[in-house]
């Protein structure tokens, strides 16, 4: 097994998934640690990998833009981020949680503000899929809103 260093982040990485990047035995170059970094420093945000690269140039000064789109898509793959596609024709990244399955999102059709919902609202229908056979891997629930100061606005 390989041994990962990831200087400075390491501390703040679930168990679980420096346990995925060791069993994908994923080599940490400086640019990737670099986009590692810019993604725990920013735990909870919807990133582009232009807003992750504008970043982690900060660190890294010579990534390029190829390098964070590899990066993010091969930490998105081992389910060390989250992947969404928010209406804006590109992806946005986050880091998950260890839990199995992403939480949900509200996106506001208006201003374009991204919310989060924490509670499992799928729960229900996810069981009664189960029950009729299916196996269930993961889910993604995105709802198209105004938010409540954009509704305001519009009347």
Known sequence: MIMIIIIGVKKELDPKLL???EKAEYRITRQRRAVMKVMYEQKGAHLSAEEVL???REKAPNLGIATVYRT???LASMGILYKTEFNEGKYRYELADADLHQHHHI???GCGKIFELEERLLDTLEQ???REGFHIINHQLKILAYCPDCNKSRK
């Open 19 to 21: 346990d995925k990047l």
């Open 54 to 56: 504008v970043a982690a």
């Open 72 to 74: 993010l898509d091969r």
């Open 107 to 109: 996106l506001c059709i």
């Open 128 to 130: 009664q899929l189960e």
